[in-house]
């Protein structure tokens, strides 16, 4: 079975709620199961991130979808803690060949979320990871998917809490999307 990991950090709700749908997007590709794993606050120790388990689960996927709310332009605080702690994993490019993704959420339309999406891209390509943007044009899917446009991941907006449900659609599309490609690269397809 083909395995998609959904790491991400949530502090309001609204990214835990993307990642339901990425997750959700994931499972609906048959042979494919989603394993999502959240990052807590909890599991950093001064400053450093200290949940070996979370990390350990990344070898068995073949995909991985990182998530994170974009605080002053770039990931929290605590997703870096856990980039931080993929070192030793960087060194050894344990994570080569794996398919990459990434989405953020930010209270802004404007709040600099692409570059929270260019720094979890940046994070893959350092690993080696093959990044998987949206293959959807901004405002042109019939369905009116990827309606903010970044074409390197995922970026949505909420200023109340709430999500958009095209966001949560697009986060859905993604992890099908990641899905599909990393049972394609497995060679399940």
């Not at 949940?51 to 974009?70: E, H, K, R, W, Y």
């Not at 709040?111 to 929270?116: H, I, N, P, V």
């Not at 893959?124 to 405002?139: P, R, V």
Request: hydrophobic share 45%; net charge neutral; glycine share 14%.
């Amino acid at each position: 079975m083909t395995k998609v990991a959904i790491v991400f950090h949530s502090a309001s709700g609204t990214t835990g709620l993307l990642a339901q749908a990425v997750a959700e997007g994931v499972e609906s590709v048959t042979g494919v199961k989603a394993m999502p794993l959240e990052i807590f606050g909890k599991d950093i120790v001064e400053g450093r991130y200290q949940n070996a388990d979370l990390i350990a689960q990344l070898s068995s996927a073949q995909g991985v979808v990182f998530g994170s709310p974009t605080y002053m332009g770039s990931v929290s605080a605590q997703f870096k803690a856990f980039v931080d702690a993929t070192g030793d994993l960087w060194a050894k490019q344990a994570w080569a060949g794996k398919v990459a993704s990434g989405f953020t959420i930010g209270s802004n339309y404007s709040g600099d979320q692409l570059s929270t999406i260019q720094f979890l891209q940046v994070f893959a390509s350092q690993h080696g990871m093959l990044w998987a943007g949206i293959n959807l044009a901004g405002g042109y899917s019939p369905k009116g998917l990827n309606r903010l446009g970044a074409q390197s991941g995922l970026i949505a907006q909420s200023g109340d809490g709430e999500l958009h449900q095209l966001d949560c659609d697009t986060a859905q599309y993604l992890g099908a999307r990641v899905a599909r490609l990393a049972r394609l690269y497995k060679g399940e397809m």
